[in-house]
Every structure is written in structure tokens, then in C-alpha cells.
């Protein structure tokens, strides 16, 4: 369609070497093709070209001073997207990888996954080329501080409310509150992933894995299918990865094998999540640390060569790109029937094509992770009104918006002709309610 065709070569033209950004852009306009197809006065209105361009990019120095006293100097990032239906929301991420092009990449893909909640949230993301890998706890704290004393005047309750993400849990967002409270001396909802003792949600650290899981349960559920039973692998061992074995595991799958950057373990008779748990969460330390308390499990260094492992199931939490094409044939040929992505956009096209073309059960990230940034939407809403739900509200309706999600998608996959492909369903879905509500804001 010549209108899509031009508005991608745009976005490869006037964003160069940003091929993250890129992939997600086209994969993304290209499944909106049968919508465009219905809506001409989208491509009047400018509509894509728009959509495609953030409101706003926002690149600061981030100076701090090491345990040696040297000075030290990173790269803070925050993309506000777009505002057509909420206030900017997306996490911060702190790799060394982190570039304009991956933030971007990041806040594109946050567009549709927050509008795809059914929740009043705009598209955002942030972060740092900051490596907090081998930093001690001031270190993380004087960076965080630095990062939020430039952030401050971006960001606010109702207009950009930042999270977690890569490399920022409770402890970095605990650091940068403290710093926005005391810069702006106010209490306010500015950041969630908030440790529960101010202001943070019951059930926000288990969102993303487990509403992944409820996502999963439902897509395998409408092919007669069952998680109960089935061997799952997991890449990463973070925030998503815990919390999705752990779901997985209560619903009675199998989880074998988790990894890190360097490696992945394997465990036939069930990985021992609370030992995963102490080693990730309580002692940051390596994966391979594991078989030092279970000696009868395997280590592999190769965080990739998870994939060669059989299973039912593969859920990828670790990053982008993780899962290749390659991978993907080594999946399909052991037997796995089902893949949800709790990473963003973890598996390259070619493995989407494989997975889509074989027939395997396939949840995209932006739907099937949504879980995450639903119920931090919940925290700014508990933060407005000043009250707190228990575990189990939060839970419920987790598991409703993570249900209503898999209806969403499935419905606009069979409405635009394309049954079953959750890809395209899942990007429909997100697009049209951000269409409409840009159409009817005029040109901005
Ligand atoms: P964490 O930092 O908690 O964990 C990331 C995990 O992925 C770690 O085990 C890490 O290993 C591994 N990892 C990172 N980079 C690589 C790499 N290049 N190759 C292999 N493994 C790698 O992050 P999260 O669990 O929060 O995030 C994981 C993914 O989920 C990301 O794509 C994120 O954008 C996405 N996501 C997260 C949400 C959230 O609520 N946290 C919400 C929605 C999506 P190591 O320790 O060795 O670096």
C-alpha cells in the first residue's frame, strides 16, 4: 500500500541507524494495512506520519561521581510518544545497550500496549546507557539521583509517570522518588513500581509475569489447549521471568531452564523458583549460581542455546531480538506449541513469520506484557484517591484486563480477516482507539 510504503521509508529516512526503532515501526504499519485500507481519511489527517513521530525527545547529561571519586558521565533518555488517550507511561531502562533508537523503539511499542488496556494511558519510555551491573549501592544511588535532579522537570503525575524496566526495580525507583519528592516537595504518584510502604501497589512486582500467564492461559485455552502439565522454558531471570514461572507453575507447568545474559540453567525435575528468587532478587548474583545449591542441575553458558531445550513452552523475558530465526526452528522442531512474549518485541521477524507460518500458538509482547504497565495504571489510580486494594483486587482485575486484552486482539484479528494472528490483532486493536482519539483532537 503505497501510503504505508512512504510512511515507513520516512521513518527509516529521517531516523538513521536506528534499527531497532525501524523493525518495530514496520512490523507494527504493516499489519495495519487491511485498517488503512478501511480508513482513507487516516492518511488525509497525516495520521501515521504523526503517529510515528514523538511528541517530544528529551536527551540529558547524567554526571555522577564514582566510589573512587571520578567523575563519571551517562546518557539520560525520556521519548513522550503520545498523549492522544493518557498521560505518557513507560518504564526506565538502565543497560549499557540503551540508545535513542532502542528508547524509541520501546515507546512506539508502549502506544499500543497501554491503549490496549482499555486504560487512559499515553505512550512513553526512558533510560540510560548507565550499567548498574558491579556498582555499589551509593553508586546506584548517586546516579539515580543525578538521573531524576534533570528528569524532575519533565515528568509529573498527570503528565509522564515513569516505572521499571531493564535494569530498574524497587531499589532505583525507591532512589529517584526520594530525589523527585525532594526537588518538587510534593507527594504525588510520579513514578510507580513504588515499594509498598509509599505508595506503591500490592501485586505490581508479579504483574507482567503473571498477567503473561493469564494471557497464555487464555490463548491456549481457545485451542483446547492447557498450561497444566506442559514443560515451560523461560528466558531471563528478572522481574518478568520470576513472576511468569511462578504463575506458570501455580496453573501446574513445568518450568526447565532460565537464564541471564550469560548463561542458562536446566533443571528436568522443576527449576526451584525460590532459590532463583535469593540468587536474583535478594543477592544479585549469577544464574549459574544455581547448580552450587541443586548440583543435579545443568549449567550452559550461551544465554541464546536455551532455545535448543524441548518444551511445550518457550517465554521470552529476558530483551529484544533474544529469539532469531534459528531458535525458532530449533523450538518448532522439539515440539513447543505455544510462545508468549513477556520481553518487548523478543523474537526478530523471522521468527514471528516461522512461529505465525507453523501454526504455533503466538502471543505478542505488547499484548501478552501489558499486565505490567496495567497495574501500574492501577498504582496511579490507588495514588489519586489515596487508598490501597488488597493483593486479590489488584490480582482480579489484572486477570480480567489481561482476559479482556486476549478478547481484544483475537476480535480485531477476525474482524480484519487475519483469524488467529494476534500479531495483527493486537496492533489493530491498540492502533484504532489511538486513531480515533487523535482524529478527534484535530492536527497536534
Ligand atoms: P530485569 O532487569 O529484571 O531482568 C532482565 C533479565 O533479562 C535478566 O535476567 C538479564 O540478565 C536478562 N537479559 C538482559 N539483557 C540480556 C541479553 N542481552 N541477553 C540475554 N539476557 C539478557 O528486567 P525485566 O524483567 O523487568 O524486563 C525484561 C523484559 O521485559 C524487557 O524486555 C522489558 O522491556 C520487558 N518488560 C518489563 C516489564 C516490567 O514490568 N518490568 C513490563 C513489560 C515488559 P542479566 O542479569 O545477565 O543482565
Known sequence: MPYIDDCIQMVLERNPGEAEFHQAVTEVLRSLEPVIGRHPEYEKAGLLERLTEPERQIVFRVPWVDDEGRVRVNRGFRVQFNSAIGPYKGGLRFHPTVNLGIIKFLGFEQIFKNSLTGLPIGGGKGGSDFDPKGKSEGEIMRFCQSFMTELYRHIGADNDVPAGDIGVGAREIGYMYGQYKRIRNVYEGVLTGKGLTY?????????????????????????????????????????????????????????????????????????????????????????????????????????????????????????????????????????CWAVAEGANMPSTPEAVDLFLGKGILFAPGKAANAGGVAVSALEMSQNSMRYSWTFEEVDAKLKEIMTNIYKRASQAAKEYGLEGNLVAGANIAGFLKVADAMMSQGVV
Open 199 to 335: 505508595g506503591g501497589s500490592l501485586g505490581r512486582k508479579e504483574a507482567t509475569g503473571y498477567g503473561l500467564v493469564y494471557f497464555l492461559d487464555e490463548m491456549v485455552k481457545a485451542r483446547g489447549r492447557s498450561i497444566k502439565g506442559a514443560s515451560v522454558v523461560i528466558s531471563g531471570s528478572g522481574n518478568v521471568a520470576i513472576y511468569a514461572a511462578e504463575k506458570a507453575v501455580q496453573l501446574g507447568g513445568r518450568v526447565v531452564a532460565m537464564s541471564d545474559s550469560n548463561g542458562y540453567i536446566y533443571d528436568p525435575e522443576g527449576i526451584r523458583l525460590d532459590t532463583v528468587k535469593q540468587l536474583k532478587e535478594v543477592e544479585r548474583k549469577r544464574i549459574r549460581e544455581y547448580t552450587a545449591v541443586h548440583p543435579k542441575a545443568e549449567y550452559h553458558e550461551g544465554s541464546w542455546k536455551i532455545w535448543q531445550v524441548p518444551c511445550d513452552i518457550a517465554l521470552p523475558c529476558a530483551t529484544q531480538n533474544e529469539l532469531d530465526g534459528v531458535s525458532a526452528e530449533a523450538l518448532i522442531n522439539n515440539g
